[in-house]
């Protein structure tokens, strides 16, 4: 059974930092690309960053782009978002995804949610 755990959020004010951790287990994830969504309250779900299978190719929302950085430790299996220079609005419940190599559904479609971790920036 595929699992992905988030953890690493919290209370901060605004212009502060947090490193979020995702620990995927059930099944080997190689090929995979693994990425970060946010929801706010009353909004839409949202792309944040998203990382290859090998480290080499990332990519991010422009929203977050300078300040939040996806790095992955492949033989550890766990996915991390350094998010720096935080701003109220970065306030969501943040969620780590899965995408399988195979997948033919649109970039922004994943395989595996967690249940999502949440991130609260103060004024």
């Known amino acids: 059974q595929v699992q992905l755990v988030e953890s690493g959020g919290g209370l901060v004010q605004a212009g502060g930092s947090l490193r979020l951790s995702c620990a995927a287990s059930?099944?080997?994830?190689?090929?995979?690309?693994m990425g970060w969504f946010r929801q706010a309250p009353g909004k839409d779900h949202e792309f944040v960053a998203r990382?290859?299978?090998?480290?080499?190719?990332?990519r991010y929302a422009d929203s977050v782009k300078g300040r939040f950085f996806i790095s992955r430790d492949v033989a550890e299996n766990t996915v991390s978002l350094q998010m720096n220079n935080l701003k109220p609005e970065d306030t969501a419940i943040y969620y780590c995804?899965?995408?399988?190599?195979?997948?033919?559904?649109?970039?922004?479609?994943?395989?595996?949610w967690g249940q999502g971790t949440q991130v609260t920036v103060s004024s």
């Open positions: 059930g099944r080997t994830f190689s090929g995979y690309l």
């Open positions: 995804a899965a995408r399988s190599p195979f997948s033919v559904a649109d970039e922004y479609t994943y395989d595996f």
């Open positions: 990382i290859s299978w090998s480290g080499g190719n990332t």
